[in-house]
């Protein structure tokens, strides 16, 4: 059971926006400030697109922002392409033990 | 920008110990930790520890007592080593360059298939 929770999967049609949540299920995420997104596509590697809550690297599209509010913190895609169909993770770093811990993974759906 | 490039044995039998180093081209090697973190077939990614440019580590609680990642500075590489391995390591293992506990670069990936 991983301290973060993502909904196992969502779906959205092209052109449409939505939103993935990653929601700290325990103590163990004790600083909510070093959130991470990966995309990651069938047999590649993942891909950081967003890093510390809100930033994208260079080269990452603004149709994805990352947000965060109280324990939850949310991956939003607009103008859905096919593309964006993958597998995403969230990801925060825990100092209490220290350890980097990884949300359980949205499959997102373009229909 | 910097690359990563992973290389190690892909099948290992129960108790053996795998062993994978990851090569650095690009970058300042000093600027980053680096980290490995596997993703078991079909499951989602699990870290497994770092590695400063100074040697300091940090390990996942479930993993200390079996792992350890090494640096060779002067080479631009670092390694990883998991000993007594059971068919639960079974996974793509990655190595990655990490700034303020996020992850890029990634390499390609490397499976480990434990089987007797």
């Known amino acids: 059971q991983s301290a973060l929770t993502q909904p196992a999967s969502l779906s959205g049609s092209p052109g449409q926006s939505i939103t993935i949540s990653c929601t700290v299920a325990n103590s163990d995420i004790d600083d909510f400030n070093f959130v991470s997104w990966y995309q990651q596509h069938p047999d590649k590697a993942p891909k950081l697109i967003i890093f510390d809550v809100y930033n994208r690297p260079s080269g990452i599209s603004n149709r994805f922002s990352g947000s965060k509010s109280g324990n939850t913190a949310s991956l939003a895609i607009s103008g859905l392409q096919t593309e964006d169909e993958a597998d995403y993770y969230c990801?925060?770093?825990?100092?209490?033990?220290?350890?980097?811990?990884f949300g359980g993974g949205t499959k997102l759906t373009v229909l | 920008q910097v690359q990563l490039q992973q290389w190690g044995a892909g099948l290992l039998k129960p108790s053996e110990t795998l062993s994978l180093t990851c090569v650095v081209y690009g970058g300042s090697f000093s600027d980053y930790s680096w980290s490995w973190i596997r993703q078991p077939p079909g499951k989602g990614l699990e870290w497994i520890g770092e590695i400063n440019h100074r040697g300091s580590t940090s390990y996942t609680p479930s993993l200390k007592s079996r792992v350890a990642i090494s640096l060779d500075t002067a080479m631009k590489r670092f390694s990883l080593r998991l000993t007594s391995v059971a068919a639960a390591d079974t996974a793509t293992y990655y190595c990655?360059?990490?700034?303020?506990?996020?992850?890029?670069?990634w390499g390609q990936g490397a499976l480990v298939t434990v089987s007797s």
């Open positions: 990655a360059g990490g700034r303020s506990h996020w992850f890029d670069p």
């Open positions: 990801s925060s770093y825990s100092s209490n033990t220290p350890q980097v811990v």
